[in-house]
């Protein structure tokens, strides 16, 4: 069983996960080596194996790389006793017989990392049927545009996180896609220069990274191919139906959307490739999964079409447990169906409509604001590159709307400008009381603008002041 961490995460951060993992052996990009062993201590870590890119390159660019940024770069850490090196290691066992293991479809296989409904880190176990289950519905959902054995994927979703393993590789190895890998997303330029390498024909990524792309030079002035590009699938945030227009249109292929989670080993909905769209859904639930609302109070009633509640599910590959974590898993997984902390709906036809979080939810002087609803409209103003949107305290209502607002690159805009854009779209409760410019917004591994980061942040600055 293994458990992929992200390698960005802080020394506190690191430590809990791995104590919660009860993780033996680490597998480490040469330059995090320090940071593992600064908290092994307090583990039951017992080896570490260092990883060096270079192995990965072809002759010239290894021998470039030893010479300029190798120990530059931390990939030559002085190893302590009983550590080794990735390439060490596989000489060590080179020859040997291979161990004779039996893997079962119910055995672990993932430990998935995931802050669930409470923040605090959990881990979600994966068997190794789920992952196969996983991508086997990918594969039939996308089965009509895709070609098996010859059409690439991009691979730039974090193998760390469920999208990129459970969705993206699972897809790739059940229908035998070469996956082009992009370590780096937020490296905008690799990954055009990628997809004008590798031509790839299905992209799944975030909103972010649409945005982004779309907002490159090369991408503006024309001088980029995306051409290649007959399928995108959006996943872990809402997409602005204004992104997907300009994408496609760019590209020539099409934004598929999609829900899922962590707890879920991807398990959730998509919108049909060649069916019918409708802006704000994300889509039918996939092959072998079952949806319902249910009332957010309770759980306990189903409720009819369009009304708003939590959104539960039920399907093969749900998560077995959060590993040994029973009160939680029991507050999750109730009669076989996952609840998964999400307010939504489904209408007549069965399309499921995703509103936020339960968490998320403001109340200004006791009314229901959804942030979603909120950054749909800020987002469609000509000047506004990225927005975000929670709930501030506030003495006189309670909770106000505060929307954080990323501007364009030689655009302007002023708060009052915004405010009234979004009076002509918005009941008064819902139009911000408060905006905040930033050249930046919080973001998780996979590009996903963290509201909780936000209110954080809140936070701090009212106790400063």
Known sequence: MVSPLN??????????????????????????????????????????ITVNIKTFLPPLLRFLFTIFKERKE?????????????????????????????VKPDDPAILMFTGGTTGSPKAALGLHRHLVISGMQYKAWLTNVLIDWDDTIMALMPLFHIYG??????????????????????????VIATIGKEKPAFLPGVPTLFNAMLNHPKVKSGKA??????????????????????????????????????????????????????????????????IKIVDADKGEKELPPKEVGEVIMRAPQLMKEYWKNPEETANTIKNGWLFTGDLGYMDE??????????????????FQVWPREVEEVIASHPAVQE???????DERQGEAVKAWVVIERGKSLTAEELRNFCRERLTGYKVPK?????????????????????????SKEMHMN
């Open 434 to 458: 408060h905006i905040e410019f930033c050249d930046e917004l919080p973001k998780s591994a996979v590009g996903k603008i963290l509201r909780r980061e936000l209110r954080k942040k809140e």
């Open 7 to 48: 390698p960005l995460y802080t020394e506190r951060e690191l430590q809990e996960v791995l104590q919660k993992s009860e993780a033996e052996i680490a597998v480490v990009l040469a330059p995090f080596y320090k940071k593992v062993k600064n908290v092994q201590p307090e583990t039951i870590v017992r080896k570490v």
């Open 165 to 190: 393993l459970a969705g993206v590789m699972a897809t790739g190895i059940i229908g035998h896609h070469p996956l082009a890998l992009v370590p780096n997303p937020r490296d905008l330029d690799d």
């Open 74 to 102: 931390g990939y030559r850490p002085a190893l302590q006793e009983g550590d080794m090196d990735f390439d060490a290691f596989l000489k060590k066992g080179r020859g040997a017989a291979p161990p004779q293991v039996t």
């Open 387 to 393: 927005v975000g949107v929670a709930g501030v305290p």
């Open 225 to 290: 191919n995306l051409k290649s590009l007959k399928l995108c699938i959006c996943g872990a945030a809402p997409l602005l139906l204004e992104i997907k227009k300009r994408f496609e249109k760019v590209t020539g292929g099409k934004i598929i959307e999609g829900y899922a989670l962590t707890e879920s080993m991807m398990a959730g909905a998509f919108t049909p490739v060649y069916g019918k769209y409708k802006p704000g859904s994300v889509g039918l639930p996939n092959i072998d999964v079952e």
């Open 349 to 366: 036809e069965g399309f499921l409509y995703i509103v936020d979080r339960k968490k998320d939810l403001i109340k200004p002087s006791g």
